[in-house]
T-cell receptor, first 113, second 115 residues
Framework: AQSVTQLDSQVPVFEEAPVELRCNYS??????LFWYVQYPNQGLQLLLK??????LVKGINGFEAEFNKSQTSFHLRKPSVHISDTAEYFC???????????FGQGTRLTINP | NAGVTQTPKFQVLKTGQSMTLQCAQD?????MYWYRQDPGMGLRLIYY???????DKGEVPNGYNVSRLNKREFSLRLESAAPSQTSVYFC??????????????FGEGSWLTVV
């Protein structure tokens, strides 16, 4: 079985500052990893995903994430945030061959002007 | 592009009442899912349908039933609503199962309150 832990429930940052949202996972098999974003009162949309290959994955809106197998982490980063990045961010993992996508608890990113 | 459409968007039920959440996708996807979202708990899978004609339980299936009516539609039924089922419900779909790392596309959610 897989599990995901998002280490911060809330992250406040100032506009134009860098941000890192942390995600650790647990799995006994190889995994696929995802970051989804949920804007207020909306559904989730995919930011980026790691399937294989390069450990640095680039996504939409300037976000990127790095897969670190030894530390079982998949942290999300953005070098300079904007007010419009205010949202809740979910890390998710699927074991290869598994039928389920397991989500973390979410990190609420708040951007202050 | 409509994507994944779910109805109703808001609903208030009394304990013991029944209701069905409807979901349809127009992306010709094979797999469909129902999740619930509760504060601090992320999203939890209720039921999924890997392909038309099949359904399987997820993490939290108790108190729910599903029907894969056809390739486009996947409904979620609460037979006897309980306050613990107060939640935001999301329908989602993907081209095929998650086993290949496919992206899941979500609807905008249905806010359900059981009083």
């Amino acid at each position: 079985a897989q599990s995901v832990t998002q280490l911060d429930s809330q992250v406040p940052v100032f506009e134009e500052a860098p941000v890192e949202l942390r995600c650790n996972y647990s799995s006994s098999v190889s995994v696929y990893l995802f970051w989804y974003v949920q804007y207020p009162n909306q559904g989730l949309q995919l930011l980026l995903k790691y399937l294989s290959g390069s450990t640095l994955v680039k996504g939409i809106n300037g976000f990127e994430a790095e897969f670190n197998k030894s530390q079982t982490s998949f942290h999300l980063r953005k070098p300079s945030v904007h007010i419009s990045d205010t949202a809740e961010y979910f890390c998710a993992v699927s074991g290869r061959g598994a039928q389920k996508l397991v989500f973390g608890q979410g990190t609420r990113l708040t951007i202050n002007p | 592009n409509a994507g994944v459409t779910q109805t109703p968007k808001f609903q208030v039920l009394k304990t013991g009442q029944s209701m069905t959440l409807q979901c349809a996708q127009d992306m010709n996807h094979n797999s469909m899912y129902w999740y619930r979202q509760d504060p601090g708990m992320g999203l939890r899978l209720i039921y999924y349908s890997a392909s038309e004609g099949t359904t399987d339980k997820g993490e939290v299936p108790n108190g729910y039933n599903v029907s894969r009516l056809n390739k486009r539609e996947f409904s979620l039924r609460l037979e006897s609503a309980a306050p613990s089922q107060t939640s935001v419900y999301f329908c989602a779909s993907s081209e095929s199962g998650i086993t290949s790392g496919n992206t899941i596309y979500f609807g905008e959610g249905s806010w359900l309150t059981v009083v």
